[in-house]
């Protein structure tokens, strides 16, 4: 079966970059994202090729070459799923914020709505793929809700987790380390579906790198994924800590272990601690999963990668303030990153904005730059924590484009994220206009101690 058309619903982080890849790999597919955000669509849509809602290098280009061709960006999902013959879920599944598994458990409601939608709409066979990250065993709810509120066509479930990393999404969808695809191997429909998904993905993916498994597999593989990269972040921030107390070197420490063939050199670069919306989300849900199945050890295991990871962002803002003499109130703090790592404009559980929260608490004064977020994503993101009142917020947290305007007259800078440009500042400007003694907080091993400390800086980075 050849596909000629496909729809993806949601056109966030992963809907918009994976359907443009697609796009411009397979010409002859009409690809339409649909969203009901309309905002979101009209900047995807938006002439300057620059205005697309997510900033991620090297997608410009993509959309550019392939929108209007074949790649299309609406907010009629009815009229997308009704033509296409493969529909990718791409919605969001946030961790639960109310009733039975809230603060653990994903919610799903997103993709139910998705899946009802489909069923209504439908009167030819559709192949529906699970790209959004699912707890295990969706499919078969999925299947129920398509198969009994239906028009009795046929639905073929798969599973095609996507791994790509925000910052670089373009170069992880063209050079995948794999493509992993679930389905019903084992029946002639599964059969054809998971063929038809394989081939979409061999106009640029070497065969040897698809992966065809079941889809119970493929779920957890990708809940498993995640819950891997994030426990290097959380064992090697252990390591920070126990370093800072014992003259070791966390970069050294991770040099040497990472040199280890068996253990390898990726994702051992300690932070501030880790942020994003995957990691702290899919643990949670793997914990939440584990505790279903009363399987208490599994749960605990893999809860304690978030309860580092917590202790991380509160130790370094606790650090902050005990090295300002015990108190920050009414001074000047100036955070440079808010994005939950560089080359993205995301800043969904970014550190900053649990290490801001905490200094102002204590009563500091913050003041933000970030080359990508706007400031009312900044503003959105304390307020959603529901800390202090909104004009509270507003009256305590400034927000400049300019990095030296936010250094000028501070007690101390926090380095938040690893913006390349923050290593290229100029430093001793910097350091000139600011209170002394001029304390510098490296969250993310980016700044050289010798050169800072020449300059008169009193330095501190997270493991050493
Ligand atoms: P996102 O919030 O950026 O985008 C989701 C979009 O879906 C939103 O624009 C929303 O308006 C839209 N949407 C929700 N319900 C809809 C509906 N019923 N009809 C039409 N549109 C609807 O989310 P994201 O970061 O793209 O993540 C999507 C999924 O992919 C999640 O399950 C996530 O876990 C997974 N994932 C994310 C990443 C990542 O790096 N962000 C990587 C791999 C997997
Ligand atoms: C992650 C997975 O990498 C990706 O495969 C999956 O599809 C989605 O979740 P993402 O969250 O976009 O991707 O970025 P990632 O590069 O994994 O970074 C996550 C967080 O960990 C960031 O805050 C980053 O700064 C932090 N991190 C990462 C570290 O602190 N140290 C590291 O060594 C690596």
């Known amino acids: ?221 990708k809940l498993t994924a995640n819950a891997f990269l994030a426990q290097r972040v959380s064992s090697i921030n252990a390591m920070s800590e126990l370093c800072e107390k014992t003259g070791a070197d966390v970069t050294e420490v991770a040099k040497a272990v990472g040199m280890d063939s068996r253990i390898g050199s990726k994702f051992l670069k300690s932070s501030v601690g880790f942020g994003g919306s995957c990691f702290q989300k899919d643990i949670l849900n793997l914990v939440y999963i584990a505790k279903s199945f009363g399987l208490h050890e599994v749960a605990d295991y893999w809860e304690q990668v978030i309860i580092m990871n917590d202790h991380q962002k509160r130790r370094f803002a606790s650090n902050i303030v005990s090295s300002l003499f015990n108190t920050v109130s009414g001074k000047k703090i100036a955070l440079l990153g808010w994005a939950f790592k560089k080359d993205t404009n995301d800043t969904r559980e970014s550190a900053a904005i649990y290490v801001a929260d905490y200094l102002l608490n204590e009563q500091a004064e913050i003041v933000v730059y970030d080359p990508k977020v706007k400031e009312e994503q900044i503003f959105a993101d304390l307020d959603n924590l529901n800390s202090r009142s909104e004009e509270e917020n507003r009256k305590r947290v400034t927000v400049l484009n300019d990095p030296y305007e936010v250094c000028r007259d501070a007690h101390a800078i926090a380095v938040l994220t690893e913006w390349d440009e923050f290593k290229e500042m100029d430093w001793g400007k910097i350091y000139k206009d600011m209170l002394k003694p001029a304390f510098l907080f490296d969250g993310r091993r980016l700044l050289e101690r010798k050169t800072k400390e020449e300059i008169g800086f009193e330095f501190y980075a997270i493991g050493s």
């Open 1 to 221: 079966m050849r596909i000629r058309n496909i729809c993806c619903i949601g056109a966030g982080y992963v809907g918009g970059p994976t359907m443009a890849v697609i796009a411009q790999k397979c010409p002859e597919i009409d690809v339409t994202v649909v969203d009901i955000n309309e905002k979101r669509i009209a900047a995807w849509n938006d002439k300057n090729v620059e205005n697309i809602p997510i900033y991620e290098p090297g997608l410009p280009e993509v959309v550019q070459e392939a929108r209007g061709r074949n790649l299309f960006f609406s907010t009629d999902v009815d009229a997308a799923i009704d033509k296409a013959d493969m529909i990718f879920i791409s919605v969001n599944t946030p961790t639960k914020t109310y009733g039975i598994g809230k603060g653990m458990a994903a919610d799903l409601k997103y993709i139910e709505l998705c899946a009802r939608q489909i069923a209504r709409v439908s009167k030819t066979d559709k192949i529906v793929v699970e790209k959004s990250t699912l707890p295990v065993r969706t499919a078969e709810a999925l299947k129920n809700i398509l198969d009994n509120t239906g028009n009795g066509v046929n639905f073929q479930i798969l599973s095609n987790p996507e791994f790509l990393a925000e910052g670089t999404a373009v170069d992880d969808l063209m050079d995948p380390d794999r493509v992993l695809i679930g389905g019903d191997i084992d029946s002639a429909k599964g059969k054809e579906a998971v063929d038809a998904l394989v081939n979409v993905y061999a106009h640029w993916v070497p065969k040897s790198k698809i992966l065809t498994t079941n889809v119970w597999s493929s779920e957890l593989s």
